[in-house]
Protein backbone atom coordinates (compact mmCIF):
# COMPACT_ATOMS: atom_id res chain seq x y z
CA UNK A 1 0.00 0.00 0.00
CA UNK A 2 3.01 1.93 0.99
CA UNK A 3 4.30 1.54 -2.11
CA UNK A 4 1.39 1.74 -4.02
CA UNK A 5 1.67 5.40 -2.69
CA UNK A 6 4.99 6.18 -3.27
CA UNK A 7 4.58 5.21 -6.85
CA UNK A 8 2.09 8.07 -7.26
CA UNK A 9 4.01 10.82 -5.25
CA UNK A 10 4.29 14.30 -7.98
CA UNK A 11 1.29 12.70 -9.95
CA UNK A 12 -1.89 14.84 -10.30
CA UNK A 13 -5.05 12.82 -8.21
CA UNK A 14 -8.66 13.53 -8.22
CA UNK A 15 -10.94 13.23 -5.48
CA UNK A 16 -12.57 9.45 -5.97
CA UNK A 17 -8.86 7.98 -6.46
CA UNK A 18 -8.36 5.65 -3.87
CA UNK A 19 -5.66 2.83 -2.12
CA UNK A 20 -5.97 -0.31 -0.24
CA UNK A 21 -4.16 -1.35 2.70
CA UNK A 22 -3.23 -4.92 1.66
CA UNK A 23 -2.81 -7.33 4.34
CA UNK A 24 0.39 -9.05 4.54
CA UNK A 25 0.00 -12.44 3.11
CA UNK A 26 3.27 -13.95 4.44
CA UNK A 27 4.89 -13.19 7.99
CA UNK A 28 8.21 -13.17 8.30
CA UNK A 29 9.75 -15.37 11.47
CA UNK A 30 13.24 -14.41 11.37
CA UNK A 31 13.17 -10.52 11.58
CA UNK A 32 10.51 -8.49 13.34
CA UNK A 33 8.66 -6.80 10.64
CA UNK A 34 7.07 -3.04 12.04
CA UNK A 35 3.61 -2.38 10.63
CA UNK A 36 3.83 0.81 8.36
CA UNK A 37 2.05 3.59 9.89
CA UNK A 38 0.88 6.29 6.99
CA UNK A 39 0.35 9.77 8.27
CA UNK A 40 -2.54 11.41 6.01
CA UNK A 41 -2.62 15.58 5.10
CA UNK A 42 -4.40 17.74 3.60
CA UNK A 43 -6.80 16.25 1.06
CA UNK A 44 -6.05 12.64 2.04
CA UNK A 45 -8.70 10.57 4.43
CA UNK A 46 -8.57 7.48 5.78
CA UNK A 47 -11.75 5.02 5.60
CA UNK A 48 -11.00 1.92 7.11
CA UNK A 49 -8.64 0.14 5.34
CA UNK A 50 -8.78 2.24 2.29
CA UNK A 51 -6.98 5.78 2.09
CA UNK A 52 -9.17 8.24 -0.14
CA UNK A 53 -8.71 11.22 -2.47
CA UNK A 54 -10.74 14.20 -1.63
CA UNK A 55 -8.95 16.63 -3.14
CA UNK A 56 -7.39 17.62 -6.93
CA UNK A 57 -4.11 18.24 -6.77
CA UNK A 58 -0.24 16.73 -7.11
CA UNK A 59 0.35 13.90 -4.52
CA UNK A 60 3.80 14.71 -2.45
CA UNK A 61 5.34 13.04 0.20
CA UNK A 62 7.55 13.72 3.24
CA UNK A 63 10.06 10.84 4.88
CA UNK A 64 9.25 8.40 6.24
CA UNK A 65 5.34 8.04 6.14
CA UNK A 66 3.20 11.59 5.47
CA UNK A 67 1.45 12.40 2.75
CA UNK A 68 -0.99 15.22 1.35
CA UNK A 69 -2.20 16.53 -1.50
CA UNK A 70 -0.97 19.63 -2.76
CA UNK A 71 -3.78 22.40 -3.94
CA UNK A 72 -4.26 25.63 -5.64
CA UNK A 73 -7.13 26.63 -3.73
CA UNK A 74 -8.16 30.52 -2.77
CA UNK A 75 -10.07 30.10 0.25
CA UNK A 76 -8.49 29.59 3.65
CA UNK A 77 -9.72 26.85 6.12
CA UNK A 78 -8.09 27.36 9.71
CA UNK A 79 -5.44 25.23 10.87
CA UNK A 80 -4.00 25.17 14.34
CA UNK A 81 -0.62 26.67 14.42
CA UNK A 82 -0.61 28.34 11.37
CA UNK A 83 -0.20 32.06 11.08
CA UNK A 84 -2.19 34.38 9.32
CA UNK A 85 -2.44 37.90 8.67
CA UNK A 86 -6.29 39.61 9.80
CA UNK A 87 -8.25 42.60 10.29
CA UNK A 88 -9.29 43.51 13.13
CA UNK A 89 -13.37 44.55 12.97
CA UNK A 90 -14.87 44.67 16.08
CA UNK A 91 -13.83 45.15 19.92
CA UNK A 92 -16.68 43.98 22.22
CA UNK A 93 -15.47 44.04 26.04
CA UNK A 94 -12.49 41.65 25.87
CA UNK A 95 -12.26 40.05 22.71
CA UNK A 96 -11.14 41.42 19.36
CA UNK A 97 -12.99 39.70 16.15
CA UNK A 98 -11.03 39.47 13.50
CA UNK A 99 -11.51 38.15 9.57
CA UNK A 100 -9.10 35.96 8.28
CA UNK A 101 -10.93 35.03 5.23
CA UNK A 102 -11.71 32.26 6.86
CA UNK A 103 -16.00 30.66 6.70
CA UNK A 104 -16.04 32.61 10.50
CA UNK A 105 -14.61 35.43 12.39
CA UNK A 106 -12.04 33.92 14.87
CA UNK A 107 -11.95 36.01 18.17
CA UNK A 108 -8.46 37.66 19.95
CA UNK A 109 -8.28 38.02 23.47
CA UNK A 110 -6.88 41.67 25.02
CA UNK A 111 -4.61 39.18 26.97
CA UNK A 112 -3.21 37.41 23.92
CA UNK A 113 -0.36 40.21 23.20
CA UNK A 114 2.91 40.43 24.58
CA UNK A 115 3.11 42.25 27.86
CA UNK A 116 -0.40 42.77 27.95
CA UNK A 117 -2.16 42.54 31.63
CA UNK A 118 -5.47 43.59 32.71
CA UNK A 119 -4.16 46.67 33.79
CA UNK A 120 -2.06 47.45 30.74
CA UNK A 121 -4.29 46.98 27.79
CA UNK A 122 -2.78 46.65 23.95
CA UNK A 123 -3.73 49.48 21.39
CA UNK A 124 -5.77 47.87 19.09
CA UNK A 125 -7.96 49.87 16.73
CA UNK A 126 -10.85 48.59 14.34
CA UNK A 127 -9.14 48.36 11.18
CA UNK A 128 -5.60 47.26 12.04
CA UNK A 129 -3.95 44.78 10.87
CA UNK A 130 -2.65 41.72 13.24
CA UNK A 131 -0.15 38.94 12.61
CA UNK A 132 -1.51 35.89 14.86
CA UNK A 133 -1.34 32.35 15.02
CA UNK A 134 -4.03 29.74 15.52
CA UNK A 135 -4.65 28.29 18.87
CA UNK A 136 -8.26 27.06 18.32
CA UNK A 137 -9.31 25.92 14.95
CA UNK A 138 -11.71 22.98 14.57
CA UNK A 139 -14.45 22.93 12.19
CA UNK A 140 -17.05 22.75 15.10
CA UNK A 141 -16.00 25.87 17.55
CA UNK A 142 -15.23 29.52 16.64
CA UNK A 143 -11.87 29.58 15.93
CA UNK A 144 -9.29 31.26 18.34
CA UNK A 145 -6.32 34.03 17.31
CA UNK A 146 -3.31 34.58 19.96
CA UNK A 147 -0.48 37.13 19.24
CA UNK A 148 2.18 35.00 21.40
CA UNK A 149 4.01 31.93 21.37
CA UNK A 150 3.99 29.36 24.20
CA UNK A 151 6.19 31.05 26.18
CA UNK A 152 4.51 34.67 26.02
CA UNK A 153 6.80 36.32 23.51
CA UNK A 154 5.35 38.34 20.45
CA UNK A 155 7.99 36.36 18.41
CA UNK A 156 7.44 38.55 15.24
CA UNK A 157 3.68 38.35 15.80
CA UNK A 158 1.16 41.60 16.85
CA UNK A 159 -0.36 44.67 15.09
CA UNK A 160 1.34 45.60 12.03
CA UNK A 161 1.81 49.02 11.92
CA UNK A 162 3.69 52.16 10.21
CA UNK A 163 2.05 51.53 6.58
CA UNK A 164 2.26 48.88 4.10
CA UNK A 165 0.43 47.27 1.46
CA UNK A 166 -1.79 44.49 2.50
CA UNK A 167 -2.51 42.57 -0.84
CA UNK A 168 -4.26 38.77 -1.87
CA UNK A 169 -1.92 35.44 -3.45
CA UNK A 170 -2.77 32.43 -3.62
CA UNK A 171 -2.39 29.50 -1.01
CA UNK A 172 0.03 27.48 -3.37
CA UNK A 173 2.02 30.51 -3.99
CA UNK A 174 1.76 31.28 -0.21
CA UNK A 175 3.13 27.65 0.71
CA UNK A 176 5.88 28.00 -2.13
CA UNK A 177 6.92 31.54 -0.29
CA UNK A 178 6.97 29.90 3.22
CA UNK A 179 8.60 26.61 2.27
CA UNK A 180 12.19 26.79 3.87
CA UNK A 181 15.08 27.39 1.33
CA UNK A 182 12.53 29.29 -0.86
CA UNK A 183 13.70 30.79 -3.97
CA UNK A 184 10.92 33.16 -4.98
CA UNK A 185 12.16 34.50 -1.76
CA UNK A 186 15.77 34.70 -1.89
CA UNK A 187 15.44 36.28 -5.41
CA UNK A 188 12.88 38.83 -4.09
CA UNK A 189 15.59 39.93 -1.23
CA UNK A 190 18.25 40.00 -3.53
CA UNK A 191 15.87 42.91 -5.56
CA UNK A 192 14.71 44.97 -2.77
CA UNK A 193 15.37 45.09 0.88
CA UNK A 194 11.79 45.11 2.28
CA UNK A 195 9.86 43.32 5.13
CA UNK A 196 7.62 41.13 4.11
CA UNK A 197 4.33 39.27 6.10
CA UNK A 198 3.20 36.39 5.04
CA UNK A 199 0.28 34.85 6.23
CA UNK A 200 -0.78 31.03 5.43
CA UNK A 201 -4.03 32.63 4.96
CA UNK A 202 -3.13 34.11 1.65
CA UNK A 203 -2.83 37.81 2.95
CA UNK A 204 0.71 39.25 2.23
CA UNK A 205 2.06 42.24 3.86
CA UNK A 206 4.95 43.99 2.27
CA UNK A 207 6.58 47.71 3.85
CA UNK A 208 9.74 48.79 2.09
CA UNK A 209 11.71 52.01 1.81
CA UNK A 210 9.43 54.01 -0.55
CA UNK A 211 5.61 53.28 -1.79
CA UNK A 212 6.98 52.64 -5.44
CA UNK A 213 8.77 49.81 -4.37
CA UNK A 214 6.24 48.58 -2.42
CA UNK A 215 3.87 47.95 -5.34
CA UNK A 216 6.53 46.78 -7.39
CA UNK A 217 7.26 44.11 -4.94
CA UNK A 218 3.00 43.45 -4.50
CA UNK A 219 2.83 43.41 -8.44
CA UNK A 220 5.94 41.18 -9.14
CA UNK A 221 4.73 38.63 -6.03
CA UNK A 222 1.17 38.46 -7.49
CA UNK A 223 2.67 37.35 -10.83
CA UNK A 224 4.71 34.77 -9.80
CA UNK A 225 1.19 33.22 -9.18
CA UNK A 226 0.74 31.65 -12.56
CA UNK A 227 4.85 31.81 -14.09
CA UNK A 228 7.23 28.72 -13.66
CA UNK A 229 10.47 29.20 -12.19
CA UNK A 230 12.34 29.89 -15.31
CA UNK A 231 9.95 32.72 -16.11
CA UNK A 232 10.19 34.05 -12.57
CA UNK A 233 13.80 34.20 -12.96
CA UNK A 234 13.45 36.03 -16.45
CA UNK A 235 11.24 39.14 -15.01
CA UNK A 236 13.17 39.35 -12.14
CA UNK A 237 16.29 40.02 -14.46
CA UNK A 238 14.82 42.13 -16.15
CA UNK A 239 13.14 44.46 -12.85
CA UNK A 240 16.84 44.63 -11.71
CA UNK A 241 18.18 45.82 -14.98
CA UNK A 242 15.25 48.76 -14.88
CA UNK A 243 13.62 47.41 -18.14
CA UNK A 244 10.17 47.40 -16.67
CA UNK B 1 -5.49 26.69 -21.33
CA UNK B 2 -8.75 25.54 -23.61
CA UNK B 3 -8.42 21.69 -24.72
CA UNK B 4 -11.02 19.80 -27.11
CA UNK B 5 -11.69 15.83 -27.21
CA UNK B 6 -12.58 14.99 -30.38
CA UNK B 7 -15.29 12.70 -30.64
CA UNK B 8 -14.85 8.30 -30.72
CA UNK B 9 -16.91 5.36 -30.57
CA UNK B 10 -19.50 7.13 -27.87
CA UNK B 11 -20.88 9.97 -29.88
CA UNK B 12 -19.89 13.19 -27.57
CA UNK B 13 -19.71 16.58 -29.47
CA UNK B 14 -16.45 17.88 -28.81
CA UNK B 15 -15.74 19.39 -25.24
CA UNK B 16 -13.79 21.94 -23.79
CA UNK B 17 -13.01 23.12 -20.03
CA UNK B 18 -11.32 26.05 -18.12
CA UNK B 19 -10.94 25.98 -14.93
CA UNK B 20 -9.88 29.06 -12.81
CA UNK B 21 -10.52 31.98 -15.39
CA UNK B 22 -12.55 34.35 -13.00
CA UNK B 23 -10.40 36.36 -10.62
CA UNK B 24 -13.57 37.15 -7.45
CA UNK B 25 -14.45 33.41 -6.96
CA UNK B 26 -13.02 30.74 -4.80
CA UNK B 27 -13.34 28.33 -7.75
CA UNK B 28 -14.74 28.95 -11.21
CA UNK B 29 -14.48 26.83 -14.67
CA UNK B 30 -16.26 27.22 -17.98
CA UNK B 31 -17.39 24.31 -19.75
CA UNK B 32 -18.16 24.02 -23.75
CA UNK B 33 -20.21 21.08 -24.77
CA UNK B 34 -20.64 21.64 -29.13
CA UNK B 35 -22.28 25.10 -29.01
CA UNK B 36 -23.55 24.50 -25.52
CA UNK B 37 -21.99 27.15 -23.10
CA UNK B 38 -21.46 27.46 -19.17
CA UNK B 39 -19.78 29.64 -16.86
CA UNK B 40 -19.64 28.59 -13.23
CA UNK B 41 -18.47 30.07 -10.27
CA UNK B 42 -17.90 28.73 -6.47
CA UNK B 43 -18.09 31.09 -3.18
CA UNK B 44 -16.73 29.38 -0.19
CA UNK B 45 -16.76 28.10 2.84
CA UNK B 46 -18.09 31.30 3.80
CA UNK B 47 -20.61 33.21 6.28
CA UNK B 48 -23.61 31.75 6.46
CA UNK B 49 -27.02 33.73 6.95
CA UNK B 50 -28.25 32.17 10.47
CA UNK B 51 -31.48 31.08 9.10
CA UNK B 52 -29.87 28.98 6.50
CA UNK B 53 -27.46 27.59 9.01
CA UNK B 54 -27.36 24.02 9.65
CA UNK B 55 -25.31 22.55 12.40
CA UNK B 56 -23.64 19.62 11.09
CA UNK B 57 -22.35 20.39 7.26
CA UNK B 58 -22.69 23.39 5.06
CA UNK B 59 -25.09 24.57 3.63
CA UNK B 60 -24.82 24.69 0.08
CA UNK B 61 -27.10 27.11 -2.90
CA UNK B 62 -26.97 26.40 -6.61
CA UNK B 63 -28.05 29.42 -8.76
CA UNK B 64 -28.62 29.04 -12.41
CA UNK B 65 -28.91 32.10 -14.91
CA UNK B 66 -30.09 31.65 -17.78
CA UNK B 67 -28.72 33.64 -21.01
CA UNK B 68 -31.52 36.32 -20.76
CA UNK B 69 -34.36 37.37 -18.41
CA UNK B 70 -35.13 36.12 -14.68
CA UNK B 71 -34.54 32.58 -13.66
CA UNK B 72 -38.25 30.78 -13.61
CA UNK B 73 -39.58 27.36 -12.83
CA UNK B 74 -37.69 25.21 -15.41
CA UNK B 75 -34.35 26.63 -14.05
CA UNK B 76 -35.42 26.03 -10.51
CA UNK B 77 -35.87 22.27 -11.35
CA UNK B 78 -32.32 22.43 -13.04
CA UNK B 79 -30.98 23.92 -9.51
CA UNK B 80 -32.29 21.51 -7.48
CA UNK B 81 -31.12 18.23 -9.70
CA UNK B 82 -27.77 19.77 -9.24
CA UNK B 83 -28.11 21.08 -6.28
CA UNK B 84 -28.61 17.30 -4.94
CA UNK B 85 -25.95 15.74 -7.08
CA UNK B 86 -23.83 18.18 -5.60
CA UNK B 87 -24.67 17.48 -1.84
CA UNK B 88 -24.08 13.43 -2.62
CA UNK B 89 -20.51 14.17 -3.54
CA UNK B 90 -19.50 16.91 -1.45
CA UNK B 91 -18.37 15.49 1.97
CA UNK B 92 -20.20 18.82 3.66
CA UNK B 93 -19.78 17.33 6.97
CA UNK B 94 -16.25 18.95 7.22
CA UNK B 95 -17.36 22.27 7.20
CA UNK B 96 -20.22 23.15 8.84
CA UNK B 97 -22.22 26.08 9.60
CA UNK B 98 -20.59 27.60 6.80
CA UNK B 99 -22.08 28.11 3.31
CA UNK B 100 -21.52 26.81 -0.42
CA UNK B 101 -22.77 28.98 -3.26
CA UNK B 102 -22.71 27.74 -6.84
CA UNK B 103 -23.42 29.87 -9.70
CA UNK B 104 -23.76 28.56 -13.07
CA UNK B 105 -24.88 31.23 -15.87
CA UNK B 106 -25.71 29.98 -19.04
CA UNK B 107 -24.02 31.78 -22.09
CA UNK B 108 -25.79 29.44 -25.02
CA UNK B 109 -27.46 26.75 -25.15
CA UNK B 110 -27.38 24.35 -27.83
CA UNK B 111 -28.94 21.49 -26.10
CA UNK B 112 -28.03 19.07 -23.34
CA UNK B 113 -27.68 22.42 -20.86
CA UNK B 114 -28.12 20.07 -17.49
CA UNK B 115 -25.59 17.96 -18.63
CA UNK B 116 -23.46 20.72 -18.79
CA UNK B 117 -24.13 22.55 -16.15
CA UNK B 118 -23.20 19.51 -13.91
CA UNK B 119 -20.14 19.24 -15.62
CA UNK B 120 -19.22 22.92 -15.14
CA UNK B 121 -20.23 22.39 -11.48
CA UNK B 122 -17.87 19.31 -11.02
CA UNK B 123 -15.02 21.76 -12.65
CA UNK B 124 -15.85 24.44 -10.36
CA UNK B 125 -16.02 22.50 -7.35
CA UNK B 126 -12.99 20.48 -8.25
CA UNK B 127 -10.94 23.92 -8.33
CA UNK B 128 -12.43 25.44 -5.55
CA UNK B 129 -10.69 22.66 -3.43
CA UNK B 130 -13.48 21.23 -1.27
CA UNK B 131 -13.63 18.17 -0.19
CA UNK B 132 -15.01 15.37 -2.30
CA UNK B 133 -15.96 11.45 -1.88
CA UNK B 134 -15.87 11.35 -5.64
CA UNK B 135 -16.26 13.43 -9.27
CA UNK B 136 -20.10 13.51 -11.07
CA UNK B 137 -20.53 13.92 -14.93
CA UNK B 138 -23.85 14.81 -16.75
CA UNK B 139 -24.55 13.16 -19.66
CA UNK B 140 -27.90 13.55 -22.05
CA UNK B 141 -29.59 11.32 -24.01
CA UNK B 142 -32.46 11.79 -26.85
CA UNK B 143 -34.34 9.47 -27.63
CA UNK B 144 -35.42 9.80 -32.06
CA UNK B 145 -38.36 8.82 -33.48
CA UNK B 146 -37.01 5.64 -34.80
CA UNK B 147 -36.02 4.70 -31.94
CA UNK B 148 -32.46 5.51 -32.17
CA UNK B 149 -30.41 6.62 -28.79
CA UNK B 150 -28.44 10.08 -29.62
CA UNK B 151 -26.13 10.98 -26.74
CA UNK B 152 -24.84 14.63 -26.16
CA UNK B 153 -28.23 15.98 -28.51
CA UNK B 154 -28.38 19.42 -30.03
CA UNK B 155 -31.65 21.61 -29.43
CA UNK B 156 -32.97 20.72 -32.74
CA UNK B 157 -31.73 16.79 -31.92
CA UNK B 158 -33.79 17.45 -28.63
CA UNK B 159 -36.98 18.84 -30.11
CA UNK B 160 -36.94 16.45 -32.85
CA UNK B 161 -36.54 13.46 -29.71
CA UNK B 162 -39.63 11.09 -28.52
CA UNK B 163 -37.87 11.39 -24.86
CA UNK B 164 -35.25 12.77 -23.16
CA UNK B 165 -32.95 12.35 -20.21
CA UNK B 166 -29.97 13.33 -18.91
CA UNK B 167 -27.87 11.06 -15.48
CA UNK B 168 -25.90 12.31 -13.19
CA UNK B 169 -23.06 9.21 -13.26
CA UNK B 170 -20.25 9.03 -10.31
CA UNK B 171 -16.57 8.48 -10.74
CA UNK B 172 -15.94 5.53 -8.27
CA UNK B 173 -18.44 2.88 -9.45
CA UNK B 174 -20.09 4.81 -12.72
CA UNK B 175 -23.77 4.20 -11.17
CA UNK B 176 -26.41 7.01 -11.59
CA UNK B 177 -26.49 9.56 -8.96
CA UNK B 178 -29.23 11.50 -10.27
CA UNK B 179 -31.46 11.72 -13.22
CA UNK B 180 -34.46 13.54 -15.05
CA UNK B 181 -36.34 12.29 -17.57
CA UNK B 182 -38.94 13.95 -20.22
CA UNK B 183 -40.77 12.23 -22.58
CA UNK B 184 -42.23 8.68 -22.90
CA UNK B 185 -40.32 5.15 -23.02
CA UNK B 186 -39.41 1.53 -22.33
CA UNK B 187 -37.79 0.10 -19.31
CA UNK B 188 -35.64 -1.62 -21.49
CA UNK B 189 -34.80 2.32 -23.59
CA UNK B 190 -34.24 3.34 -20.58
CA UNK B 191 -31.43 0.84 -19.32
CA UNK B 192 -29.95 1.22 -22.76
CA UNK B 193 -29.87 4.79 -22.20
CA UNK B 194 -28.13 4.61 -18.69
CA UNK B 195 -25.21 1.60 -20.16
CA UNK B 196 -24.92 4.04 -23.35
CA UNK B 197 -24.30 7.51 -20.83
CA UNK B 198 -22.28 4.90 -18.42
CA UNK B 199 -19.91 4.54 -21.12
CA UNK B 200 -19.73 8.33 -22.57
CA UNK B 201 -19.28 9.29 -18.11
CA UNK B 202 -15.57 7.24 -18.32
CA UNK B 203 -14.64 9.53 -21.57
CA UNK B 204 -15.42 12.83 -19.80
CA UNK B 205 -13.61 11.30 -16.24
CA UNK B 206 -10.63 10.65 -18.80
CA UNK B 207 -10.75 14.36 -20.04
CA UNK B 208 -11.75 15.73 -16.13
CA UNK B 209 -8.04 14.19 -15.16
CA UNK B 210 -6.49 15.65 -18.41
CA UNK B 211 -7.41 19.10 -18.18
CA UNK B 212 -6.26 18.90 -14.37
CA UNK B 213 -2.89 17.16 -14.69
CA UNK B 214 -2.49 20.13 -17.25
CA UNK B 215 -3.60 22.49 -14.69
CA UNK B 216 -0.94 21.60 -12.40
CA UNK B 217 1.74 20.78 -15.23
CA UNK B 218 3.35 24.30 -13.92
CA UNK B 219 3.97 22.83 -9.94
CA UNK B 220 4.94 19.31 -11.22
Keep these: MVSGLKEKVGEVLLPGDEFCFEAEDTISLTEQVKPEKVVCGPGLRRSGDRLLVCKSGVLRHKQPNTFWIDSQQRRYVPVKGESVVGIVTAKSGDVFKVDFGGSEQASLSYLAFEGATKRNRPNVQVGDLVFAQFLIANKDMEPELVCIDGSGRANGMGVLAGGGLLFRVSLGLVRRLLAPHSKIESDLKQLFPCELVVGMNGRVWVHSCSVQQTLIIANLLQSCDTMTAAQRRELFRRVQQGVL | ?220
Design chain 2, 1 to 220: MMEVCGSGIVNLREFGCEQSLLSRPDGSASFIQGDTSVLAGVYGPAEVKVSKEIYDRATLEVLIQPKVGLPGVKERSQEQSVRETCEASLLLSLHPRSSLTLVLQVLHDDGSLLSCCLNAACMALMDAGLPMSCLFCGVTCAIDTAGQIITDPTATQEKESRALMTFAIDSTEHRVMMSSTKGSFSVHELQQCIAVSQKASEKIFQFYRDSVRRRYSKTL
